[in-house]
């Protein structure tokens, strides 16, 4: 029987990546397969008269998707309705992106997010205009509001203040409150994988990740505590048991890749999440750890992240969420910066098949902040 991988290249080999498309149910298998009677049925079905007479592709910037602006003109009934002259677009263009967001459900999941939880949620985040994944040939294009010069991106040299690090834990709180121990998690109105389950599809699809993560420990020493790396054979098992801890915690929704690049921060100071490619069924001392660690300094973290965390609980208690003690919460915590690790670790050094998704600084910049609150919090020790 042939592998997911096997079936992904075999459709995309076929494929004429080219082949254009006219009606929002297509799913376009590459930027170059959009028409102007495409951007027409998907922008400018709700405006009379309206249409796209022409449009243009921005630069590509490739990650984990393929990521592309669309500049977009239109006729007199357009430009009077004031329809988005740009777009922002995710596609899973090239072999590499298909496979690695068609394998992971990564595509899916994202579609399902702008679909069925964004109108839901009082957050900051990105704006739908169109979202759409083909099951058949693992094509996907999530199109949302172009935010670009409207917003501040941010990236590992993004100064987070007070002001800004406590919009983050409110918009952790707003996220996790709503759907907080929800019977419709996993249902169809709320359809993604337990954190837990989509690890170990990840660890199935990807069987390399493990030794991955490991080379990469050994490559980043110098970025570490010296009794820290003294502990790698430690890393990997401990990886494995913070995974298992959100089997018997309680549960929500958590975005899941929280890092300082996936955030931005709007003309009032607003902290925004975009990047939901990975929204799982989990606990929410993942989103809580690894935002705080990745967005911080170490010296800031180490002086608000008490302060921080009792905030946070304060605002999901005033959510409807049941509070939860210090110790309890610092206990998970501490355990959840293993697999936010790992997520890092990978980057710097991807499994066969992987893109690279980051630049190197960003990489050396986040594990050192990583491993320094591991080393802090006897992270390896927290497990009993």
Same mark, same amino acid.
């Given at each position: 029987m042939a592998s997911s991988a096997e079936k992904i290249t075999a459709i995309f080999e076929k494929e004429q990546h080219?082949?254009?498309?006219?009606?929002? /149910? @297509? +799913?376009?298998?590459?930027?170059?397969s959009i028409t102007d009677a495409w951007l027409t049925d998907v922008i400018c079905d709700s405006t009379p008269d309206a249409a796209v007479v022409a449009h243009r592709l921005d630069a590509r910037d490739d990650g984990s998707s393929n990521r592309r602006r669309i500049f977009i003109d239109y006729n007199e009934a357009g430009q009077r309705a004031g329809l988005p002259t740009t777009v922002f677009c995710k596609a899973a263009e090239t072999l590499n992106n298909r496979l690695v967001l068609g394998i992971s459900?990564?595509?899916? /999941? @994202? +579609?399902?997010?702008?679909n069925l939880v964004r109108p839901r949620l009082g957050i900051e985040a990105p704006v739908n205009v169109y979202s759409r994944f083909d099951p058949d040939s693992y094509a996907?294009?999530?199109?949302?509001q172009d935010l670009g010069g409207?917003?501040?991106?941010?990236?590992?040299r993004t100064v987070i203040d007070w002001d800004r690090a406590t919009s983050q834990a409110t918009t952790l709180a707003r996220l996790h409150s709503p759907f907080y121990q929800s019977p419709e998690l996993g249902s169809a109105t709320l359809p993604f994988r337990t954190w837990f389950k989509w690890w170990r599809d990840m660890m199935t699809a990807s069987p390399q990740f493990a030794e991955s993560?490991?080379?990469a420990f050994g490559d980043s020493e110098a970025l570490m505590p010296a009794r820290l790396f003294k502990r790698r054979a430690e890393i990997w098992p401990a990886t494995d048991l913070s995974i298992a801890r959100h089997e018997v915690l309680p549960h929500?929704?958590?975005?899941?890749?929280?890092h300082l690049k996936n955030w931005y921060v709007t003309p009032e100071n607003v902290m925004g999440l975009s990047d939901w490619q990975i929204i799982s069924v989990g606990h929410w001392s993942r989103d809580f750890v690894y935002t705080m660690t990745t967005a911080l300094t170490i010296e800031d973290r180490r002086k608000w992240e008490?302060?921080?965390?009792?905030?946070?609980l304060d605002k999901m208690e005033e959510f409807g969420v049941p509070k939860v003690s210090e110790d309890e919460a610092w206990k998970n915590?501490?355990?959840?910066?293993?697999?936010?690790?790992?997520f890092w670790t990978i980057t710097l050094h991807p499994a066969p098949g992987m893109p690279d998704m980051q630049p190197e600084r960003t990489t050396h910049e986040f594990l050192r902040r990583l491993y320094a609150a591991i080393d802090d919090h006897d992270a390896l020790d927290s497990f009993d």
């Open positions: 080219d082949a254009k498309v006219t009606k929002a /149910t @297509e +799913v376009p298998t590459s930027y170059d459900g990564a595509a899916q /999941t @994202e +579609v399902n997010f702008y996907s294009l999530i199109m949302l409207k917003v501040e991106f941010c990236d590992d993560c490991d080379i929500t929704l958590i975005h899941c890749d929280v008490k302060d921080l965390l009792r905030f946070y915590l501490r355990q959840q910066l293993m697999t936010a690790l790992a």
